[in-house]
């Protein structure tokens, strides 16, 4: 199965991809995660994404398709893939379905979590990474809104979007999350 998780930053994708991974079996693919490792490994490529997202905007689709047609090319991708955080504008959405079409391995689902933006200056704040300080939080709002949103559209044309009330407890959020996987599973 190929699963998209789509957001505002801190709705949850990373805590909920790491239950949803597990529970199917796929393979958990984060270019947030990825952007951070490239930083810590200190390659030109992680200092460049940095220069971006430390000030709360995305990082240039060139780059952030790089490492994702790199990783793809792993063999434990077959198997399956969680996207969390990607794709993040148009340009992403329709270069992932040129790729998965080459390999006749469509999308099999869009999950839209969806949080109000006072629980989520709550949530990052309680967390404190390097670009959840009030300011940055505010910009990559604003790049989800102007950039990601359209998204929902595009996918819900699809016919596979699926909105997921992010509020709540983990565990009730992930009983929502396994709900409307359940039928893409049969
Ligand atoms: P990325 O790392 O993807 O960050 P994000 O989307 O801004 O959001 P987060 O990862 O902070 O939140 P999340 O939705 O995963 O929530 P989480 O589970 O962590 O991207 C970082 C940057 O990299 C971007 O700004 C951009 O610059 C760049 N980038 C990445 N991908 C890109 C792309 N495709 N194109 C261009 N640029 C890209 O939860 C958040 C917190 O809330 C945690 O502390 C968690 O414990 C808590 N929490 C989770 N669920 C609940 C709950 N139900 N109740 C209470 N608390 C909860
Ligand atoms: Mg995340």
């Given at each position: 199965?190929?699963i998209?998780?789509?957001?505002?930053?801190?709705?949850?994708?990373?805590?909920?991809?790491?239950?949803l991974?597990?529970?199917i079996?796929?393979?958990?693919l984060?270019?947030?995660?990825?952007?951070r490792?490239a930083?810590y490994a200190?390659?030109?490529l992680?200092?460049?994404a940095?220069q971006?997202?430390?000030?709360g905007?995305?990082?240039p689709?060139e780059v952030v398709l790089?490492i994702v047609?790199?990783?793809?090319?792993q063999?434990?991708c077959?198997?399956?893939?969680?996207f969390?955080?990607?794709p993040?504008?148009l340009?992403?959405?329709?270069a992932?379905d040129?790729?998965?079409?080459e390999?006749?391995m469509?999308?099999d689902?869009?999950?839209a979590l969806?949080?109000p933006?006072e629980?989520i200056?709550?949530?990052?704040?309680?967390?404190g990474?390097?670009?959840?300080?009030?300011?940055?939080?505010?910009?990559r709002?604003?790049?989800?809104?102007?950039l990601t949103?359209?998204?929902?559209?595009?996918y819900?044309?699809?016919?596979?979007?699926?909105?997921?009330?992010?509020?709540?407890?983990?565990e009730?959020?992930?009983?929502?999350v396994?709900?409307a996987?359940?039928?893409?599973?049969?």
């Amino acid at each position: 199965m190929r699963i998209v998780f789509v957001g505002p930053p801190g709705s949850g994708k990373g805590t909920q991809s790491q239950r949803l991974k597990d529970d199917i079996g796929v393979v958990h693919l984060s270019t947030g995660e990825m952007l951070r490792e490239a930083l810590y490994a200190g390659t030109s490529l992680g200092i460049r994404a940095a220069q971006f997202a430390d000030v709360g905007k995305l990082v240039p689709d060139e780059v952030v398709l790089g490492i994702v047609v790199d990783r793809l090319e792993q063999s434990d991708c077959i198997q399956g893939c969680l996207f969390d955080g990607f794709p993040r504008t148009l340009a992403q959405a329709e270069a992932l379905d040129g790729i998965l079409a080459e390999r006749g391995m469509p999308l099999d689902l869009v999950l839209a979590l969806q949080v109000p933006d006072e629980q989520i200056f709550k949530r990052l704040a309680a967390r404190g990474r390097a670009d959840d300080k009030p300011e940055t939080i505010k910009e990559r709002l604003h790049q989800y809104r102007d950039l990601t949103a359209p998204l929902l559209e595009y996918y819900l044309r699809r016919g596979i979007l699926r909105q997921i009330d992010g509020v709540g407890t983990e565990e009730e959020v992930f009983a929502r999350v396994q709900q409307a996987v359940l039928p893409a599973r049969h």
